[in-house]
């Protein structure tokens, strides 16, 4: 069963850069769509976008500018990165495969346990 | 992008209680709507999938209903462990957009 671990600093001080990972184990990061979603403290789930193995993406508009997901597949690996943050970026993120079913994607079937960032000078 | 609607926010109910949860799409959405459970301090789970389909392992109390912009999550008999916030999520449409979640909990 893959299992997903996101890792990266959990304090980013206002202005700069969040940087986020997160491993897949227990099953190759090929073939699917893995997305990063993030959840404010005691608030609902935003999408903030998804990388296909291949490299190819699509962000959520709202976060676009801002926005950059990779993929290393020889590390079965996926980063998310989200410059000049504020304290609205306050948020437990989630990865999560994004399985492809029937031609359709959108379905959150594995998540990471999240990671909380602050962001806080 | 496609706004996602729940009603209630939160709801009180007796084990063993049917529970029902709506969830409205601001377009035709045809079926293409998940559903997931939340516990405290938890990533979300898929439960329903398709609108109606029960994902694998997931008990057959939860089931789902509904297409279009109009859709029904129900849990026939309340467990103690269904504790937890329930989001609707569409997929027709990018972005994804999920629902604003309602808080089950035991009255």
């Known amino acids: 069963q893959v299992q997903l671990q996101e890792s990266g600093p959990g304090l980013v001080k206002p202005a700069e850069t969040l940087s986020l990972t997160c491993t897949v184990s227990g099953g190759s990061i090929s073939n699917y769509y893995w997305s990063w979603i993030r959840q404010p403290p005691g608030k609902g789930l935003e999408w903030i976008g998804y990388i296909y193995y291949t490299g190819s993406t699509n962000y959520n508009p709202s976060l676009k500018s801002r926005v950059t997901i990779s993929v290393d597949t020889s590390k079965n690996q996926f980063s998310l990165k989200l410059t000049s943050v504020t304290a609205a970026d306050t948020a437990v993120y989630y990865c999560?495969?994004?399985?492809?079913?029937?031609?359709?994607?959108?379905?959150?079937?594995?998540w990471g346990q999240g990671t909380l960032v602050t962001v806080s000078s | 992008d496609i706004q996602m609607t729940q009603s209630p926010s939160s709801l009180s109910a007796s084990v063993g209680d049917r529970v029902t949860i709506t969830c409205q799409a601001s377009q035709d959405i045809g079926n293409y709507l998940n559903w997931y459970q939340q516990k405290p301090g938890k990533a979300p789970k898929l439960l329903i999938y398709?609108?109606?389909n029960l994902e694998t392992g997931v008990p057959s109390r939860f089931s789902g209903s509904g297409s279009g912009t109009d859709f029904t999550f129900t849990i026939s008999s309340l467990q103690p462990e269904d504790i937890a916030t329930y989001y609707c999520?569409?997929?027709?449409?990018?972005?994804?957009?999920f629902g604003p979640g309602t808080k089950v909990d035991i009255k």
């Open positions: 398709d609108a109606s």
């Open positions: 999560a495969r994004d399985d492809v079913r029937d031609g359709y994607d959108g379905y959150f079937d594995s």
């Open positions: 999520q569409q997929y027709d449409n990018l972005p994804f957009t």
